[in-house]
């Protein structure tokens, strides 16, 4: 059993930076893919980015290129998700997960999930 924690979000400005974190509670952490997903009201939860066990390889979502940042610390059983250039689209409840195998962008590949920190972005 893996319980995920995510950091609270927030509300920032259309342009601005905000930084989730994520912590795992399994000693496994280090072998497992870790994602963040969003879900919008009224849509459908989607894939942003995800990580590899090492932080060595790395995908991201096309909306998302060039202005949010995966990483990992093993060390900490964290994953974070920078971003910046936020815009009013990347309002919605994003999520970490976490599976075993390789790389997926598809949700219902993961088996673990935290309970979804809200961010907020305003004009």
């Known amino acids: 059993q893996v319980q995920l924690v995510e950091s609270a979000g927030g509300l920032v400005q259309a342009g601005g930076s905000l930084r989730l974190s994520c912590v795992a509670s399994?000693?496994?952490?280090?072998?497992?893919?870790m994602a963040w997903f969003r879900q919008a009201p009224g849509k459908e939860r989607e894939f942003v980015a995800a990580i590899n066990w090492s932080g060595v390889s790395t995908v991201y979502a096309d909306f998302v290129k060039g202005r949010f940042t995966i990483s990992r610390d093993n060390g900490k059983n964290a994953v974070y998700l920078q971003m910046s250039s936020l815009e009013l689209e990347d309002t919605a409840v994003y999520y970490c997960a976490s599976r075993s195998a390789r790389i997926t962008p598809t949700a219902a590949q993961y088996d673990y999930w935290g309970q979804g920190t809200q961010v907020t972005v305003s004009s």
């Open positions: 399994a000693r496994t952490f280090s072998i497992n893919t």
